[in-house]
């Protein structure tokens, strides 16, 4: 059965330094990996996908993702955190042949102090 | 492209009254959801069409909830009667169908039942 786990409910950073947004997962098969953001009052956005391609995935906004099979883990990361990137994240996983069965994780907040 | 339209933005009801949601997907996205998002939470799958055909409607309370899509175009939501958990946002999303085919969300629609 397929689990997603986002092990911060909030992350607090200053403008400028690193983020990392850390995720975990629990699949059977293959699973397919997504990142999604939510900015205040708008609908979801994807950031980025991982589908057994290249392990590190580079999204929009200058964020990537590492898929690590042997972690079960695929942690988002900037190396410069932005004003503007103050939202909440979530993580997806979608496992092949689930019938396109989504499971989202419970999001974490970013949020950016100046 | 034009993204995913929802309407309305915001509905305030009174508990016991109906309320409806529509949303008019992507150009050519067969794939049509609906999510549900509480506070602080991740998007739970309400119902998947694929046209205008219901494929997962496994989550969607059906003693108050129900959903079309007549045309494979786009859909309506609607709660009657409400209750005061239904507060949330409700999402609407649309792809084009293909396994692991990122997901176009709207801007969602606040409900608030008093």
């Known amino acids: 059965a397929q689990s997603v786990t986002q092990l911060d409910s909030h992350v607090s950073v200053s403008e400028g330094t690193p983020v990392l947004l850390r995720c975990n997962y629990s699949?059977?098969?293959?699973?397919?990996l997504f990142w999604y953001v939510q900015h205040p009052n708008k609908g979801l956005q994807l950031l980025l996908k991982y589908t057994s391609a290249a392990t590190l995935v580079k999204g929009i906004n200058g964020f990537e993702a590492e898929f690590k099979k042997s972690e079960t883990s695929f942690h988002l990361t900037k190396p410069s955190a932005h004003m503007s990137d103050a939202a909440e994240y979530f993580c997806?996983?979608?496992?092949?042949?689930?019938?396109?069965?989504?499971?989202w994780g419970a999001g974490t907040k970013l949020i950016i102090k100046p | 492209e034009a993204g995913v339209v929802q309407s309305p933005r915001y509905k305030i009801i009174e508990k016991k009254q109906p309320v409806a949601f529509w949303c008019n997907p992507i150009s050519g996205h067969n794939t049509l959801y609906w999510y549900r998002q509480n506070l602080g939470q991740g998007p739970e799958l309400l119902i998947r069409?694929?046209?205008?055909?219901?494929?997962?409607d496994s989550q969607l309370p059906k003693d108050r909830f129900s959903a079309e899509r007549l045309k494979g175009v786009d859909s309506t939501l609607k709660i009657q009667p409400a209750e005061l958990g239904d507060s949330a946002v409700y999402l609407c999303?649309?792809?084009?169908?293909?396994?692991?085919?990122?997901?176009?969300f709207g801007n969602g629609t606040r409900l608030t039942v008093t």
């Open positions: 997806v996983v979608s496992e092949l042949g689930s019938n396109y069965q989504l499971i």
């Open positions: 699949s059977s098969y293959s699973p397919s």
């Open positions: 069409y694929e046209n205008e055909e219901a494929v997962d």
């Open positions: 999303a649309s792809s084009p169908g293909y396994e692991n085919s990122p997901l176009h």
